[in-house]
């Protein structure tokens, strides 16, 4: 029966993607009973070169069409575009379990116990073969109406060489790890560990936008010109200071930093951080945009953001297989099954900066100006702006490659004032008024070999109030498709393959 269900789940996959051509950091792999003739990692005096390639086919209920510069789906209905406008999209996609990307890894010894550390790595789109780049598909979509656009999303990937992390530092087992350099925020480092979907785009919150991760704007997620130091005692406690002086072309202008503190004990672990960002990146939706600009409108903000994450992983005893051993000889335990428990909070308040943005470049060099004269938002937030994320989510991996997991993700948004102007009708005439988000997503990934995994999954999103307005069918919408609706949903649907090297 197992050898069966993964044979169904691998050519459920790769039908599904023939078909789409004809109309249009995560846990150590478990052991599996299928011949790896490949090396576990390609390692030369501690430079490891790794390459990861997501690609499968997917479907969508209410969506947009891939784009000439973004070719996945926006899977989450809480994005800054809200491109949704009730089409039904099948179609070859990329990225459902994670971004594609490759990079280089460094961990070498220098003596005395003391190593070198270092990343340098960039995403890529695996069906175009370009870059990951975010920016320039809201340049793409500059000033067209809902109708006339394709996908398109908020990121600080912007096309970069090197748009992931880049970064150097030392280690030792005493006295902690400092790395400078371009690098993740504790957040964003966070949830990727407490996200029962590891941040997946196509069925997480926390993977596809990247809110959470950047403390409330998505370019914060990655820090440039960051100093980060982490003190780990053995496996039982773990602690960190992060300083970025921000500036041009990132997705801060001012000084940021955070903190984490953790523990864990057997099967139990805790961790929480706090985050400070002053001069924070929000786009706005490309119909802000002026049609044909080559710039990207924005508001500017100084995010404060706290959060609080646990998990806890049950081992299932192994077994031995004693026919092929004496009793001289001992068998080795075999790996048992595993089941892991997932929770999380975030608290996001987002105001108006202290130090206002007159110019200036997002990630990637786009300019923020959104034509002569005209600066970023800097008061897009006259009161603060409230977000509430909690999630719960529980994962069973069978030792023989198998893994089910099911996850549940809530948003709240407080009622606030942008641009002096307030929430006077509610319900989803404006976006600033108090809205929520839910989605509720199930995933199957089957792991053939340490190098290769299949995966099908579905998720359904349904924004209300605040949160859906300006989407097609609210009071709130643009450019003629108003209407008396108060939310918008979207049920996806992906399955296809991931290859790691």
């Not at 090396?39 to 479907?59: E, K, N, Q, R």
């Not at 995403?123 to 398109?152: H, M």
């Not at 985050?275 to 990146?281: D, I, M, N, P, Q």
Request: proline share 4%.
């Amino acid at each position: 029966m197992r050898r069966t269900f993964a044979m169904s789940l691998a050519m459920a996959s790769l039908m599904a993607t023939a078909h789409a051509a004809d109309v249009g950091l995560a846990p150590a792999a478990p052991a599996v009973p299928f011949y790896d003739p490949l090396p576990d990692s390609l390692t030369w005096h501690g430079i490891t070169f790794y390459a990861t390639l997501d690609v499968g086919y997917a479907y969508q209920t209410n969506g947009r069409p891939t784009g000439a510069v973004v070719s996945t789906l926006e899977f989450i209905p809480f994005t800054t575009t809200r491109n949704y406008t009730g089409q039904a999209i099948s179609t070859l996609a990329g990225n459902g379990l994670q971004q594609s990307n490759i990079g280089l890894k460094i961990d070498t010894p220098i003596g005395r116990d003391w190593n070198i550390v270092g990343r340098l790595e960039t995403g890529f789109d695996p069906l175009r073969g370009e870059l990951a780049n975010g920016c320039v598909s809201f340049i793409q979509n500059a000033g067209l109406t809902y109708t006339a656009q394709n996908s398109n999303a908020d990121s600080g990937r912007c096309g970069q060489a090197l748009n992931g992390p880049a970064y150097g530092g030392i280690s030792n087992p005493l006295y902690g790890t400092l790395t400078v350099g371009r690098q993740q925020s504790f957040q964003l480092d966070e949830i990727l560990a407490y996200d029962p979907m590891l941040l997946s785009y196509a069925f997480s919150l926390l993977g596809y936008s990247g809110t959470n991760g950047g403390a409330g704007s998505t370019q914060a997620a990655r820090w440039d010109n960051s100093a980060k130091y982490v003190y780990q005692y053995g496996n039982v406690f773990h602690a960190g200071a992060m300083y970025a002086m921000g500036g041009e072309d990132t997705g801060i202008f001012g000084n940021s930093m955070g903190f984490l503190i953790g523990t864990a004990y057997k099967g139990f672990s805790v961790d929480a951080v706090y985050t400070k960002e002053h001069g924070a990146v929000n786009l706005q939706t490309a119909v802000n945009d002026v049609f044909g600009s080559q710039t990207l409108a924005a508001n500017i903000s100084d995010n404060t953001a706290w959060s609080v994450m646990a998990k806890y992983t049950f081992e299932f005893g192994g077994h031995a297989p004693s026919s092929m051993y004496t009793k001289a000889a001992k068998a080795p335990e075999a790996p048992g099954d595993k089941l892991t428990f997932y929770a999380g909070y975030t608290h996001i308040d987002q105001a108006n900066p202290n130090s206002p943005v007159l110019f200036g470049d997002s990630a990637g060099g786009f300019p923020l100006t959104v034509s002569a004269g005209t600066l970023p938002d800097n008061n897009a937030f006259t009161t603060d702006k409230i977000l509430q994320f909690f999630w719960v989510g529980a994962k069973y991996e069978f030792a023989w490659g198998l893994g089910l997991t099911g996850a549940y993700y809530h948003v709240n948004q407080n009622s606030y004032v942008a641009d002096n102007a307030g929430c006077p009708l509610g319900g989803a005439s404006k976006t600033d008024c108090a809205g929520a988000f839910d989605q509720v997503s199930f995933l199957a990934d089957y792991i053939v070999t340490k190098h290769l995994d299949v995966y099908a999954g579905i998720t359904y999103g349904k924004v209300t109030n605040g949160l859906a307005s300006a989407f097609p069918g609210t009071p709130g919408a643009k450019f003629g498709f108003a209407g008396t609706g108060t939310s918008v949903d979207t049920t996806s649907m992906m399955t296809g393959f991931r290859i790691r090297i």
